[in-house]
C-alpha cells in the first residue's frame, strides 16, 4: 500500500471522531489537521494521534490467558483458535436458549454498525457507554417531542444570533468534546453578541470563557429548571404563539397548576442558587433571541429524567425548538437498510436492568439500550454469560469498578467462571483485558474502514465520514467489524450474505447513491449541507401521537411523576455527617474515557505540555475547616472505598464539593501505570448495589457519592 500525501479520514482519540487529514509519508503518518470540509478543528488529541499509532504497547497477535482470571498472565495463540473458542461458547449458548446472556460492550460508531447487526441476528444486548453519557435526556426527548433516540444533539452553536443565549448546564462542552470544532463555534457567537452561561459546581475551562456561572448543588438543576419556568409562566413572558400552536391541548393549563408553588424560592432552597439569579436568567432567556441548552453527564445524577422533562418544557415555553440557536430536531441519513434486517431481542422481556427491588415499576419506563452499570448485578444474578468488551473498559468505567473485577472472577459451576467467558478488542493491553480469557489485536483508527454517521455530528446534520486505512496495520491486527462480520458467517448466515465490511458500506451508500469508492472520491465527507430549522413544520407537526409537544406524560402519572419533581439525588441524604463532601467527576481535554489510549500516550501525559496526574479539587475556604495545604496527599473515602491522593486547593469549586478528574488509575501500560492518578471509580458504589435509590430513567451514571477527606 504505502501511500503518500494528505489523506481525508476520522479521528478516533476521542468519540467525537472527527473529520481529519493525515499526512502521510511512504506509509509513515507526519502530520494530522482537522479537515476543513468538516469544520476544520482537530484538537490536541488528535495531533497525539502519531504516538498512538507507533506506541510500543500496541496489541498485534491474538492472546490467552493461561492464569488466573486478573493475574494477567497470557500465552500467543493463533486467529483460528480464537475464533474457534469464541463461536464454540456462543454456539452452545444459543442452542441452551440463553443467546441473551451474551453482552457486547462497545462504542457504536453508526447506528448499523457490523457488531450491532451480529448482536441483534444472535439475539444478544449491545450494552454501550451512553446510559451514562446522557440517556435521560434522549428519553425526555423522545417524551416530549417524539421522533429518533439521537444521541446528546447539542445547540447549533454555529448559528446563535447576536444577544441569543447559550446555557451550559452539567456540560463541560470545552474539555469533553463531541465536536472540535464546538469551542470556536461558542467563542464565535460569543463574538457576534450572545451570552454564555454555565451552570456547574465547578469552574470549568467553560466557565472562564463565561459571561456568567452560577455554581449550582449537584442534582439542583431540576429545581433552578423549574424555578425559571415559574417565573417565565408567572410573569407571562413566555412564547404565546408557539405554546398556543405547537403544545397539545390542555398540557400547558396542566403544567401551570403543578408549577405554581415551585417559585424561585422555593426551588433556591433546593438548588442552593439565589433566588434573584433564578429569576434573571429566566428573564434574559425570555427575552432573548435564541436560547440553546446543552448538558450531558452533569445530570446524570439523581432524578435524571425529571431534568430532561423541565428541559423540554423549557425549550417548549420559550420556543426554542428547532430554530438558529435553539435545540435541533434530528434527522435521518437515508442510508439503505442491509436485508434481511436483524430484529434484536425483546430488552424488557429478556433484559437484565428489571432486576431491581421493583420489577413493577421498572417496567414502566422506556428503556433505549441495556444499562452498563448492571454487569457485576448480572453475572452474579447467572443473567450474563459471555462478554465481549471491545473499545471499552468496564473494568476501570464502571460505577464501583471493584465489584465489577470481583464479579468477573466469581466462581460458577463445574470449575468454570461464573461469567463463562470474557473477551477482550483493543489496540492496547487496558485493565479489563488483564481479566479476559481471549485478548484480540484491532486495527487502529488509521487502519481500518468504517462507515460513520454518528448524529452527534452537529456540524452539518446528519453526516457521513468515511474512515479509511491510511496506513497498514501491525502484525496480526484484525479490525473488530471484520471478525464480527466472519463469526455472523459462521452462527447466523442469513444475515451475512455479503462479501466484507467494504461491501456492506457499500450497499447502506447506495441509499444516497453513493459507494465507499464514491465517497472516498469526494474527499471522505458526505453532508446534507444544512441542518434545516423549524423542520416540525414542513412535517406536519412532531413525532408524538398527537403532532404536538407533549409537555404532560400520562404514562408515569402513576409514578408521580408526568411532570418533573424538583428533588435531589436521593443519595446525597444518606450518611451526611461521615461524608460531608459530594464527588464531582470531570473530564479533560488531554484524556478520553479510562480508555488506555490516551492515558498510555506519552505526549498527553506529559507534565508540561500533558497531563500527568488527577490531584482532586479542594475548595480553599473547605480546606482550611480541616487543616489541608496545597499539595497535601490526603485520604478520600467513600461509604465502599478509599484512595490516597494529592489535594489541589483552590477558589474553583464550591465549598461542599470535591473535584475529580475522571479516567485515572490504571495499572496496565507503560505509561497510564504511571504517577499518582486515581480512579474515581474506586469510590463510586456500584448502581447494581443502590437499586433503593435508583432514578428510573432507561439508564442512570450515578457518577457520584458522598466522600470525606482527611489529611
Ligand atoms: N476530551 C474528552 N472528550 C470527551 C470524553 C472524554 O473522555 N474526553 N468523553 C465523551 C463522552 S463518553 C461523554 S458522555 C461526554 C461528556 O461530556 P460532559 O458531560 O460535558 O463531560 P464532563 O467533563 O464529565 O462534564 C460534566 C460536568 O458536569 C458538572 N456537574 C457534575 N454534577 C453536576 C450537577 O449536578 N449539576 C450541574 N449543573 N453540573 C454538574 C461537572 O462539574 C462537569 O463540569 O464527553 C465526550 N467527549
Ligand atoms: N466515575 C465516572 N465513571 C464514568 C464516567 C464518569 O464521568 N465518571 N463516564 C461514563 C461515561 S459517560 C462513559 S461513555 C463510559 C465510557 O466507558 P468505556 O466505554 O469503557 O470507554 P473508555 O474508558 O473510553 O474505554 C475505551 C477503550 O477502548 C480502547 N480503544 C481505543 N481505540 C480503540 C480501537 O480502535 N479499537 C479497540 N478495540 N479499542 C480501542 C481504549 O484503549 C480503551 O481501553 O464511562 C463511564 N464511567
Ligand atoms: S475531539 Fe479531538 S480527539 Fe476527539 S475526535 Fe475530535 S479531534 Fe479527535
Ligand atoms: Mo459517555
Known sequence: MKKTGWIPTACYQCKAECAVLVRVE????????????????????????????Y????????????????????????????????????????????????????????????????????????????????????VAFIKT????????????????????????????????????????????????????????????????K?????????????????GMIHHIIANDLYDKEFVNDWVREGDFDKLRAYIADKTPEAMSKICDVPAATIKKLAEDCAKAPSVGVDSFKG????????????????????????????????????????????QGPDLHELGWHRTGPDKETFAKYSFIMEPTWYESQAIKNGDLKVLIAAEANPALTEMGQEEWQKAVCMPGE???????????????????????????????????????????????????ILRQPVVEAPGECRHSNEVFIEIGKRLTPEYFQFKDDVAYYDIQLAGLGLSVEKLQEMGGVWSPGTMGF???????????????????????????????????????????DKYPFILVSYRSIFHAGAGQWTHNNPQLRDRVSGLYENPILVNRTAAEKIGIDDGDVVTLSSRTGRVKVRAKVTERIRPDCIGILHGFGSTVGRVASMGEGVSDNILIPDAGSALEWQDVVGGEAHVSCRVQIEK
Open 414 to 464: 463445574n470449575g468454570e467462571y461464573q461469567l463463562e467467558l470474557l473477551v477482550t478488542y483493543e489496540i492496547m493491553p487496558s485493565e479489563t483485558s488483564r481479566y479476559a480469557d481471549i485478548v484480540l489485536p484491532d486495527k487502529s483508527y488509521f487502519e481500518r474502514w468504517e462507515l460513520l454517521y454518528m448524529p452527534w455530528w452537529y456540524n452539518f446534520g446528519q453526516g457521513i
Open 299 to 342: 445530570i446524570m445524577l439523581g432524578r435524571a429524567l425529571d431534568f430532561g422533562h423541565a428541559w423540554t418544557i423549557f425549550l417548549a415555553i420559550t420556543g426554542n425548538i428547532d430554530n438558529p440557536g435553539g435545540q435541533p430536531l434530528p434527522d435521518v441519513t437515508p442510508l439503505a437498510p442491509v436485508e434481511p434486517v436483524p
Open 145 to 208: 417531542m417524539g421522533g429518533v433516540p439521537n444521541h446528546h444533539i447539542p445547540p447549533a452553536w454555529l448559528a446563535v444570533p447576536k444577544d441569543g443565549m447559550m446555557i451550559l448546564v452539567g456540560r463541560h462542552a470545552f474539555g469533553g468534546m463531541d465536536d472540535a470544532t464546538i469551542p470556536r463555534d461558542v467563542l464565535d457567537a460569543k463574538g457576534r453578541g450572545a451570552k454564555l452561561v454555565v451552570i456547574d459546581p465547578l469552574f470549568t475551562a467553560d466557565a472562564a
Open 26 to 53: 511512504d506509509g509513515k503518518i507526519k502530520e494530522i489537521r482537522g479537515n476543513p470540509r468538516h469544520g476544520g478543528k482537530a484538537c490536541v488529541k488528535a495531533m497525539a494521534g502519531i504516538s498512538l499509532e
Open 534 to 576: 423549524r423542520k416540525y413544520k414542513k412535517r406536519g407537526g412532531f413525532g408524538t401521537p398527537s403532532k404536538k409537544l407533549h409537555l404532560y406524560w400520562e404514562d408515569l402519572e402513576e409514578m408521580n411523576q408526568a411532570l418533573p419533581r424538583p428533588g435531589l439525588a436521593s443519595e446525597y441524604g444518606v450518611d451526611e
Open 55 to 138: 506506541a510500543q504497547d500496541r496489541l498485534t497477535y491474538p492472546l490467552k490467558r493461561v492464569g488466573k482470571r486478573g493475574e494477567g498472565k497470557f500465552e500467543r495463540i493463533s486467529w483460528d483458535e480464537a475464533l474457534e473458542i469464541i463461536t464454540t461458547k456462543l454456539k452452545a449458548l444459543k442452542d441452551r436458549g440463553e443467546a441473551h446472556k451474551l453482552t457486547a460492550n462497545f462504542f457504536p460508531h453508526s447506528i448499523t454498525d457490523p457488531k450491532w447487526r451480529f448482536l441483534n441476528a444472535y439475539g444478544g444486548f449491545i450494552n454501550t457507554a451512553l446510559p451514562h453519557c446522557d440517556s435521560a435526556k434522549i
Open 210 to 226: 463565561a459571561d456568567w456561572w452560577i455554581p449550582i448543588k449537584p442534582s439542583g438543576d431540576t429545581a433552578f429548571f423549574l
